[in-house]
């Protein structure tokens, strides 16, 4: 049973860098058949995909977060990871890790972890 | 950028009566739509992809239709686990998402 567990500071300043880890379990990042994802959703608002990342590193990011966002991978620990820089109140969010069948591009999200609400303010 | 609209915002129903939520497209994006459900306090839940394939452990009453910039998704008989918020979502390009529509009990 596939097993998504986001972990990272639940407050960031503004203009902060936001840190955030996923944990798999009960599956390989490793995975040739999966992307692994970051989504957000602003409280009371809707979704929003913030990027990918394949096992390999290959990335695929929002572009309208582009130059903010790194996702990197940890294969040897089955984890990846969200940095978003210079955040503003409009980053707080919760922002759930997810995995995403393997294709061309990132895209449906097949499984999500629980979230975890990153708000941000001094 | 794809701008994913969906209509109505919010759905009174009667539990037993079927729902059609509808979700356009700002272009083309083939069958490449998906639909997820979302409960409060839970994280999203794939229920349909390609537009019309049920994920696994999706009830039948569940079901997606259309193409291009046109798509639907009908309940056929909500039932009390049924209320809820859904989103549509492409994938045909970088992948975004519908404002929601929110399904509530008459």
């Known amino acids: 049973q596939l097993q998504l567990q986001e972990s990272g500071p639940g407050l960031v300043k503004p203009s902060e860098t936001l840190s955030l880890t996923c944990t798999v379990s009960?599956?390989?990042?490793?995975?040739?058949?999966?992307?692994w994802g970051w989504i957000r959703q602003p409280p009371g608002k809707g979704l929003e995909w913030i990027g990918s990342?394949?096992?390999?590193?290959?990335?695929y990011n929002n572009p309208s977060l582009k130059s903010r966002v790194t996702i990197s991978v940890d294969t040897s620990k089955n984890q990846f990871s969200l940095k978003l820089s210079s955040v503003t109140a409009a980053d707080t969010a919760v922002y759930y890790c997810?995995?995403?069948?393997?294709?061309?591009?990132?895209?449906?999200?097949?499984?999500w972890g629980q979230g975890t609400l990153v708000t941000v303010s001094s | 950028e794809i701008v994913m609209t969906q209509s109505p915002a919010t759905l009174s129903v009667s539990p037993g009566e079927r729902a059609t939520l509808s979700c356009r497209a700002s272009?083309?994006?083939?069958?490449?739509l998906a639909w997820y459900q979302q409960k409060p306090g839970q994280a999203p839940r794939l229920l349909i992809y390609?537009?019309?394939t049920r994920a696994t452990g999706i009830p039948a009453r569940f079901s997606g239709s259309g193409s291009g910039t046109e798509f639907t998704l009908t309940i056929s008989s909500l039932q009390s686990e049924d209320f809820a918020v859904y989103y549509c979502?492409?994938?045909?390009?970088?992948?975004?998402f519908g404002p929601g529509t929110k399904v509530h009990i008459k």
């Open positions: 997810a995995r995403q069948p393997y294709g061309d591009r990132p895209t449906l999200i097949a499984d």
């Open positions: 009960g599956g390989s990042i490793s995975s040739s058949s999966y992307y």
């Open positions: 990342i394949y096992y390999s590193g290959r990335t």
């Open positions: 272009q083309s994006v083939s069958s490449n």
């Open positions: 390609g537009a019309s």
């Open positions: 979502q492409q994938y045909n390009n970088w992948p975004t």
